[in-house]
Every structure is written in C-alpha cells, then in structure tokens.
C-alpha cells in the first residue's frame, strides 16, 4: 500500500507505508500456530490475496488514504480471526463478558466490517473506473454489491465446511445459532450502510485528489 509518487504529502506517504507493515505483521503472527490450520487458510487467504492485487495494481490505481486504513483494519479483523477462529477469539469473550452476551460476538464484527470495508473499496472502484462518479446511484448500487457479495461469502462459508470439515456445522461459528447465516448478512448490510452515511463525503474529497 506504500506510494511511489514523491508528490504526496509526507505524512501520507507514511500512513500507507504503515498500513501495509500492520498488514503484513498481522499475517505472519497469525500464521504462528493458528487453532485450526484448515479455518485459518479459508479466513485469511484473502489478506495476501488482497495485498498482492493492490501492490500489482498500485501505479495504475493507487488507493486513496481511506481505502488503505479501512482495509488495514479489514486485514487486522481477518488475522485474528483466523488464528484463534472466530468462536474463540480472547477478545471475543472480553466483550461476551463485559456486555452479558450469550455467545462470543467477534464473527458479528467480523461481518459488520465485511460490508463496512466492501462498500469504501467498491464506492471506489465504481466512482473511477465507470460513469457513476458523482452520479446519485453510486451509493445505492454499491450497497447492493455489498449485499450481494455477503450473500456469496456466506455460501463460500457453506463450501468450506464442505471441503475442509466434512461438512460440521462448527466450521461455520455459528455457536449454536440457527439463525446466524441471517444475522451476518443483516450486519454486512448495515455495515455498509454505515460506511456510507458516514464517510462518502470524506471519501469523495479524497476520490477527486486521484485524478
């Protein structure tokens, strides 16, 4: 995620010079004897996946500022996720413990970002590269990207269990839910509605310093 170009400002130079060591430290710790070896290729995979397309596609497309940090902590959420698995995760039971919940709620973050960090990267992708910059249908077909592509996770989700675990249901995280396939697409959508609502004008300002 580090710039080339000797015309942006210092600072942000460093800050996405960060954002690829937090990302790539991230990735080697949570290959350091992860729970399950099996989650932990399906969870995180798609952070080197990721880095990669960005490095290659870095002069032709750089990212702006906002992307690079909302991925970074997409990436972060990804790691940690799959090292411990998302049912296990220590924060994941702080957060059980000091809210009262009945089950570890890391995989609802997980998911909230899932529509959350989707909606900035495709709001980007939409807005350079077709006519929808400035357009008042970016937003609205970037949700439904979003919504659909919760929907495709959630069938990968399905298939892992498949391939990796013959099929049990604990691959999944679930924790007993039946309704957890349900609850993860709700909070990819609002996770991409509040990406949204709350960043696009932020997001656009940052859009018209790429061109």
């Not at 702006?64 to 220590?90: F, K």
Request: charged fraction near 15%; include cysteine; charge should be neutral.
């Amino acid at each position: 995620m580090s710039p080339t170009s000797t015309t942006i400002p210092a600072a942000t130079r460093t800050l996405r010079i960060g954002c690829l060591v937090v990302v790539a430290a991230t990735l080697v710790w949570s290959a350091i004897r992860p729970s399950d070896v099996g989650a932990w290729c399906f969870e995180t995979v798609w952070v080197p996946i990721g880095l990669v397309v960005v490095l290659a596609a870095w002069r032709r497309f750089p990212l702006t500022t906002l992307l690079c940090v909302v991925l970074t902590v997409h990436a972060v959420v990804l790691a940690y996720g799959g090292h411990t698995t998302y049912a296990q995760t220590p924060f994941g039971h702080w957060l059980q413990d000091l809210l009262g919940l009945d089950r570890n709620p890391y995989d609802r973050i997980g998911h909230f970002l899932q529509g959350f960090a989707p909606a900035i990267l495709v709001r980007e992708v939409l807005a350079r590269r077709s006519p929808l910059e400035g357009s008042r249908w970016l937003n609205p077909l970037t949700f439904c990207v979003c919504l659909a592509f919760s929907a495709f996770w959630e069938l990968l989700e399905w298939w892992g269990a498949l391939l990796v675990k013959h099929g049990d249901p604990a691959f999944l995280g679930a924790q007993g839910d039946v309704w957890d396939t349900q609850w993860d697409m709700a909070l990819a959508a609002l996770g991409a509605m509040t990406a949204l609502l709350t960043l696009s004008r932020l997001h656009d300002g940052q859009l018209t310093k790429t061109r």
